[in-house]
């Protein structure tokens, strides 16, 4: 083979740091999924990976080149960079890095102007020197954004197009290159990574902080809160860790962190907007009022009428923007939030007219389209109280969403009672989302306003029933609750959403009663619509269900129904919305009995202040999931400061049974950290908190339980095990009265120890099993692993003697793997034939479509749905699978014969 070589003139122009990558640091975080996706396609002639800039583009490229030279591949590496923007000086640095890979080239560099004929020349000696090589040759080209001649981009082309198999080309660049590749994507030729799939996810971005920040250790909820103001974006939370590394107490301001970088302003105004025409730059900062915006929406505020081809442009060189749920006729958008603090810092230079003018617009634009949400909002920045009123006003009842109770919240906070009764459906909706948005005090005083101006009809009466039950639903006066609505019927409801509210309410309430079967039979008999499935209220009721059956201790039933109602939540309304954030509890609840830790915690994850005003009982089951968390995870200290808060919280709100709750748990962490005499003054506080209520069955009669449970515990530790017994078996009537299953089994636990403690040790194992029984029905983990060392020991002893049938030992042996280990559940075996049933059709097509090579881009336009759902789904796959990758599950389908 000849000698590869420049002309040594051409030699000494070249600088060699174009054809050396940047060092790979050690807090450079390894970005394994996407190397594990360039490993899975380095076969493709060509690997395009676009992404907007400080993505980690050039980075990923270091790493996938450090790992093809650790594996004797030759790579050949060239940064570009304008002076590359024209053909020449392009050409001259594409064959010098082929010269690096043992490629011949010829003497004379082709003058592009001269025609097709030198061009082609210089292709086929590329190629012939290329296929004459006996192994794989890997191309690195970085940054091609800069290339513009057209000349250099028909070379890359011909390359691409007549290249011989052994032949890749990687190319990294902001925007998608002018190149045609679609005969190499169909020939299973062309590999994508795109800007959608480059953001750190949440576990990396925990991992990254962790490596830069120092000493310091963010909590679960701070990294969620950087990662969702950062979105991953690698570059902002750069900027972020050397702020927290320099500054740590800056900690406590992290929702305004980026903004006291000058770094990321300097950076997103040189990288990101300075080379940008200023008309464009001045566009993008006008549609930074709106947190989402399409075509007509820029047109409207604009008055550019090329405003869709500009956002097409501003997508396409991936100006940190992203494509929100839309159909393709008129996408929606929304800006990186960072970025869009940014433009907006530029857009209040206009000065406040301007802006009001612009939200004024705004505001007309959506309220014409009935999007009351962004109508309101607009309206309320541009200072038009009576416009916000007039748009609640006209809004269609039947299309009232619980989406509406943000901004009626915010409006009806900047208006006086006195003016609000001129209004009367304003009143109506108003005391209904004050109701429902935790603040059942001032939800009164409005609804007796409304009471005032009621008419005797059906209509009115069914409205003022919604209310009242609703604030004694969030005053957990569940009994007051079916009172409210025992003689209002679901036909009175006058739109979707009352009866949702209806819906929920009432079965929750015969729930908390232990009429479970009532309850459900609400549930069954008026099912959702398939095209309510999206709508937040309807999912909601979805999820009484799970509450009703976590309330009866059935969690492995529970996770099949929570699941689906979080993935969905999360992927039609995001993970911070409201019903993404209420159904999170439950599925965390059920994570936490599951013992799948780490997942519990990330579902709670910067969730905290929105959950102070949900329901009584998802705070309630937020507060000792995330209790529990911080023992596993931290210490008793940290469980008990969180606990001694959110009991002064719900002293404050007046919640007795939320109260008694968290009461309970003092005394189980008390009594384990040998504070005997502060555990007893907490079941004296429990004891005269249970004087105090009503026998009928209700929710409240959960404050018997728990105060019975913590009674028997102390006496337990007192060596009282007689009193323990006593207690635990009052309790435990009233828990099976109610219904209440996990709790059961948790009075039936203290119980064992206590006959154990008495030697009496034969009854002892029999209760157990009993209870190991009813465990392995139910899936219970948490609630045996919780008692601890004393009910391990006494479980072992029951495994030991072999008195279970064969399931109830199967689940014994897997339930006493889980004592001393929080590292999750045992992952399932993915040969297993049974795994089959584990997935539903669509996760199965999905992984049919991950096998064709599409990116979660392309799956979730293939099949119509949004990039969340695909990642929600592809999640549960994994989880179900026990395995980390696409990769791994894609060929757990082909064996199982699931997918071609």
């Given at each position: 083979m000849n000698t590869p070589h420049l002309p040594t003139d051409l030699e000494k122009l070249l600088v060699s740091t174009k054809f050396a990558p940047p060092r790979i640091g050690s807090r450079h975080l390894v970005r394994s999924h996407l190397l594990a996706a360039l490993r899975r396609e380095r076969h493709c002639r060509l690997l395009l990976i676009t992404g907007s800039a400080g993505f980690g583009k050039t980075i990923l490229l270091a790493q996938w080149r450090q790992e093809l030279m650790k594996a004797g591949s030759p790579v050949a590496w060239l940064s570009l960079n304008p002076d590359e923007k024209q053909f020449p000086n392009f050409c001259t640095h594409l064959l010098a890095a082929f010269a690096r890979l043992g490629v011949a080239v010829q003497d004379e560099l082709p003058l592009a102007r001269e025609g097709n004929a030198q061009l082609d020349g210089l292709v086929v000696a590329i190629?012939?020197?290329?296929?004459?090589?006996?192994?794989?040759?890997?191309?690195?080209?970085?940054?091609?954004?800069?290339?513009e001649d057209p000349w250099a981009h028909k070379l890359v082309q011909k390359l691409l197009d007549h290249g011989p198999p052994n032949l890749h080309m990687i190319i990294a660049s902001r925007a998608l290159p002018p190149l045609s590749v679609a005969k190499l994507r169909v020939m299973g030729q062309v590999s994508e990574i795109e800007c959608a799939d480059l953001p750190f996810d949440v576990a990396e971005t925990r991992t990254f902080l962790a490596q830069n920040i120092g000493n310091a250790r963010l909590t679960a909820d701070e990294v969620r809160q950087i990662h969702d103001f950062t979105n991953g974006w690698p570059a902002s939370l750069q900027l972020v860790s050397i702020v927290l590394k320099n500054r740590p107490e800056s900690r406590a301001t992290l929702s305004s962190l980026a903004w006291q970088s000058s770094d990321l302003q300097h950076y997103l105004a040189e990288d990101v907007v300075g080379h940008l025409p200023v008309e464009l730059s001045a566009f993008m900062e006008t549609l930074s009022i709106c947190r989402r915006f399409n075509g007509s929406l820029a047109e409207a505020l604009t008055g550019r009428e090329d405003s869709a081809s500009l956002l097409a442009r501003i997508e396409d060189e991936n100006l940190l923007i992203t494509r929100a749920e839309s159909d393709n006729r008129s996408p929606w958008y929304r800006f990186h939030p960072l970025f869009a603090e940014f433009l907006a810092a530029r857009l209040a230079r206009r000065g406040p007219d301007a802006m009001k003018a612009l939200h004024r617009r705004a505001s007309n634009w959506f309220a014409d389209r009935r999007l009351i949400v962004e109508a309101v909002r607009h309206a309320m920045l541009a200072d038009d109280l009576e416009g916000a009123v007039a748009i609640i006003e006209r809004a269609v009842p039947g299309t009232w969403q619980l989406s509406y109770l943000g901004p009626l919240l915010h409006l009806v906070e900047n208006l006086s009672l006195d003016a609000i009764a001129a209004h009367p459906r304003l009143l109506y909706l108003g005391s209904l989302t004050l109701a429902m948005a935790g603040t059942p005090s001032r939800a009164t005083a409005w609804a007796a306003k409304l009471n005032e101006h009621a008419r005797d009809d059906c209509a009115t009466m069914f409205k003022i029933a919604l209310v009242?039950?609703?604030?004694?639903?969030?005053?957990?006066?569940?009994?007051?609750?079916?009172?409210?609505?025992?003689?209002?019927?679901l036909g009175e409801a006058g739109s979707a959403f009352e009866r949702y509210v209806y819906l929920m309410i009432r079965?929750?309430?015969?729930?908390?009663?232990?009429?479970?079967?009532?309850?459900?039979?609400?549930l069954d008999l008026n099912p959702i619509p398939p095209e309510d499935n999206d709508n937040a209220m309807a999912q909601r009721v979805a999820g009484c269900r799970t509450v009703m059956l976590i309330m009866m201790g059935k969690v492995v039933e529970a996770e099949k129904v929570a699941t689906v109602v979080y993935g969905r939540s999360a992927a039609t309304h995001g993970r911070s919305s409201t019903g993404a954030t209420l159904s999170a509890v439950g599925l965390a609840e059920v994570y936490y009995e599951l013992d799948r830790i780490d997942d519990a915690r990330e579902l709670l994850a910067n969730r905290q202040s929105s959950l102070k005003t949900s329901s009584p009982q998802l705070m309630i089951w937020s507060t000792l999931c995330e209790v529990r968390l911080d023992l596993l995870q931290d210490s008793a200290h940290t469980a008990l400061a969180?606990?001694?808060?959110?009991?002064?919280?719900f002293r404050s709100l007046g919640l007795d049974r939320a109260l008694a709750f968290v009461v309970g748990e003092q005394v189980r962490i008390l009594l384990g950290s040998g504070n005997d005499k502060r555990a007893a003054e907490l079941v004296a506080d429990l004891d005269a908190m249970a004087s105090r209520v009503d026998p009928t069955p209700a929710f409240s009669s959960e404050i018997l339980i728990v105060a019975g449970l913590a009674r028997a515990r102390l006496a337990l530790h007192a060596g009282d095990c007689d009193s323990a017994l006593h207690a635990a078996q009052g309790a435990d009537e009233i828990a099976n009265k109610i219904g209440r299953g996990r709790l059961r089994i948790s009075l039936g636990l203290v119980r064992t120890l206590a006959l154990d403690a008495t030697t009496r040790t034969e009854k002892a194992l029999e209760q157990l099993a009993q209870l190991?029984?009813?465990?392995?029905?139910?899936?219970?983990?948490r609630t045996f692993v919780d008692e601890g060392e004393a009910l391990q020991k006494l479980l072992g002893g029951l495994f030991a003697a072999n008195r279970l049938d064969s399931r109830s030992q199967d689940y014994l042996e897997k339930l006493l793997k889980h004592f001393g280990s929080n590292d999750g559940p045992i992952a399932a075996d993915a040969a297993d034939p049974r795994s089959k049933t584990l997935l539903t059709p669509r996760e199965i097509e999905i992984l049919g479509l991950v096998a064709a090579g599409m990116s979660n881009k392309r799956i979730a336009l293939t099949l119509n749905i949004t990039l969340e759902t695909v990642k929600w789904n592809l999640k549960n796959i994994f989880i179900k699978l026990g395995v980390s990758s696409r990769y791994d599950a894609m060929i757990w389908a082909r064996r199982q014969g699931l997918i071609d």
């Open positions: 190629v012939n020197g290329a296929a004459a090589i006996d192994h794989d040759l890997y191309l690195i080209l970085d940054d091609y954004h800069h290339v009242n039950a609703t604030i004694s639903f969030q005053r957990d006066d569940s009994a007051q609750s079916v009172t409210s609505l025992d003689s209002r019927q079965a929750m309430s015969l729930a908390a009663a232990g009429r479970f079967i009532d309850a459900l039979q609400i969180l606990l001694e808060r959110r009991a002064s919280y190991v029984r009813t465990g392995a029905e139910l899936g219970l983990i």
